[in-house]
């Protein structure tokens, strides 16, 4: 009797529609070998799961399931999971939406339109090492826009994974005092974190530094809070 060896999970699917992770299932076993795919519903339950599996290696993240908003919960896996390879896919399939994905750091952008064929060819692509996005993606360009976004990318990417977190809590207008109480940390510890943030983030002040991150949101109505982020 042949003992069977255990496979080791490389890709998780995040997204709260159980039909598309359904075919999307479909699609990985065609072209990865021998994995094993995990399922979340919520980007929380998304996070617990790449802490208790080390072996995943990709992601596939939906741009609107509960607790993300926009492209905040790709630059938190780039921040905090920098090996991890992280497919966006949704049905906001808009040029301007795809090519954001892409200059934050996704590897591709898979519409939820695309039939198995195309998914199969996001995913062999992005498993050869390059980009991939859908035909005639590329037509409309805004080379400024991609250098910007692309710029603040790698800016997230050098905060610690604390200093992430209350940036997160700037955007949202809490005040030092409010951060460290949620944190469990001194006021000091804070103000030194968000002095370190202004730096990597060449902006001057809180509100600022709030408004950066906020970038990532696909739909941020004014937050009635940003006079009070004004704090140092």
Request: hydrophobic share 45%; net charge negative.
């Amino acid at each position: 009797m042949t003992n069977s060896v255990a496979i080791e999970p490389k890709v998780i699917i995040a997204d709260d529609h159980p039909l598309f992770r359904t075919a999307l299932k479909q699609a990985i076993v065609e072209c990865i070998d021998d994995t094993n795919t995990l399922e979340a519903e919520s980007f929380s339950e998304l996070l617990t799961m790449i802490e208790q599996t080390p072996s995943l290696e990709i992601v596939f993240l939906d741009l609107h399931m509960p607790g993300n908003n926009g492209f905040t919960g790709l630059t938190q896996l780039q921040n905090h999971y920098p090996d991890l390879v992280v497919i966006m896919v949704s049905s906001d399939d808009n040029s301007d939406t795809m090519q954001k994905a892409v200059n934050f750091g996704a590897a591709a952008f898979i519409p939820k339109s695309a039939d198995l064929t195309v998914i199969g060819l996001a995913i062999d692509t992005v498993l050869d090492g390059e980009i991939w996005l859908p035909e005639n993606i590329e037509a409309n360009i805004d080379e400024q826009q991609v250098i910007a976004h692309q710029k603040l990318a790698k800016q997230l990417a050098q905060l610690t994974p604390q200093q992430y977190i209350v940036l997160t809590q700037i955007a949202d207008g809490q005040l030092n005092k409010q951060i460290a109480y949620d944190l469990d940390i001194k006021e000091t510890t804070v103000k030194k974190h968000v002095s370190a943030i202004l730096l990597k983030l060449e902006v001057n002040n809180r509100t600022l530094a709030g408004l950066a991150y906020q970038e990532l949101m696909l739909a941020s109505a004014e937050n009635p809070q940003t006079s009070q982020a004004m704090e140092a």
